[in-house]
């Protein structure tokens, strides 16, 4: 059985996927016809009727909360993420963000640099928690290598947290000096 902060985060991430969802208003089962909708986008399984109302009771909740909207247009009802709704959605997508590995390693390293000001130490030491999570390896203070490409990833930190391109660098180099332990550490030899 899923809990609320689940069932939240599969409502939101499947209306930000779906782009907002679109049931004919005239419908009297308009709540019966939507959440189904819902539910394939959020790549959610009924289990139960007691899931279902879960489900039903949260979607409700997120819009009394103001992060889904609704809007008659022309005989159809439109549900669409707010702006503080698409605020949780992007929260969501970077909680799940991980760096894919390919099978092969390509040989070059990925190093990321990144300098961020004081003033905005919360979004600096939230960026490098999930730089420690992504499996990045420090070699000094705001210098961080890892094997594999991870720019989209790194992309969408510095867009979500609104870092501009000089404050996060990337640099992919073909050796780095003492790469050996790094090779050790990353399990590539």
């Given amino acids: 059985m899923k809990n609320k902060e689940e069932i939240t985060k599969n409502i939101v991430k499947g209306i930000l996927i779906a782009g907002g969802i679109a049931v004919a ?28 109302k879960k489900f039903y009771d949260t979607f409700y909740s997120l819009k009394k909360r103001n992060l889904i909207f ?48 004081d003033k905005q130490k919360i979004k600096r030491e939230a960026l490098r928690g ?17 094997p594999y490409d991870f720019k989209n990833e790194i992309n969408l930190l510095r867009s979500f947290f609104n870092f501009a391109e000089k404050e996060i660098k990337i640099i992919v180099a073909s050796e780095i000096e003492g790469e050996q332990e790094l090779k050790r550490h990353f399990k590539l030899t």
């Fill in 25 to 52: 208003s005239t419908s009297p089962s308009f709540v019966s016809r939507v959440l189904p909708k819902i539910y394939k986008y959020a790549k959610y399984k009924i289990i139960d009727n007691k899931n279902n």
């Fill in 70 to 117: 609704f809007e008659n247009r022309g005989g159809q009802i439109y549900i669409s993420l707010t702006p503080d709704g698409k605020k949780l959605a992007g929260k969501y997508q970077i909680d799940d963000l991980a760096i894919k590995k390919p099978k092969k390693w390509d040989g070059k390293w990925r190093i990321l640099i990144f300098d961020v000001l």
């Fill in 130 to 146: 999930k730089i420690k999570d992504f499996g990045l390896y420090q070699i000094q203070k705001s210098v961080w290598v890892y």
